[in-house]
């Protein structure tokens, strides 16, 4: 073999070790988890995005429901894709808020509609992709326990 053609084979492989580990970067980012987000020792709100011309159901969500949220939110992966809520009429999805007891505003804002999760935090937005419904299903299970029969109904017949 020539000088020239190891040459060829040791630029080649470099090149392609190259774009492994860019890839591989690219892939590692996109699954950067939700573990920054604390929830523990908070009281959060949920609201049934549900109507547009009366007000919407809300609820506190209990201490073990607070830690199942941020056990399920931990390991989220960032979406890699841009993520589209429905805005139209009927369900559009969970909202969940913390409230800072001293300024009664809200401190973080969760949005929750099917696969996608939605966290307003201090001025940042950063969408999350809950592929198993996870979050969803657990905020449907606490909204059983806390609205009225006749709109429980409507959410189990909005969520697929």
């Given amino acids: ?41 908070s009281s959060l709100s949920v609201e049934a995005d549900l109507f547009s011309g009366r007000p919407n159901p809300t609820w506190q969500l209990a201490p073990n429901d607070i830690q199942a949220l941020q056990d399920d939110l931990a390991p989220l992966p960032l979406r890699s894709i841009p993520a589209t809520t429905f805005d139209g009429l009927g369900y559009r999805g969970f909202i969940v ?44 299970q606490s909204a059983s326990h806390n609205v009225p029969p006749d709109i429980y109904a409507i959410l189990v017949s909005a969520i697929p």
């Fill in 1 to 41: 073999m020539t000088n020239q053609s190891q040459r060829i084979i040791t630029i080649t492989l470099v090149v392609g070790l190259l774009i492994a580990v860019g890839t591989i970067g690219t892939l590692f980012a996109l699954k950067t988890p939700a573990s920054s987000v604390v929830l523990s020792g």
């Fill in 97 to 140: 808020r913390m409230i800072d007891d001293q300024q009664q505003r809200d401190t973080l804002t969760i949005r929750v509609y099917h696969d996608i999760i939605r966290i307003e935090h201090s001025g940042t937005t950063t969408v999350y992709e809950d592929v198993t419904r996870g979050i969803e299903l657990l905020l449907m």
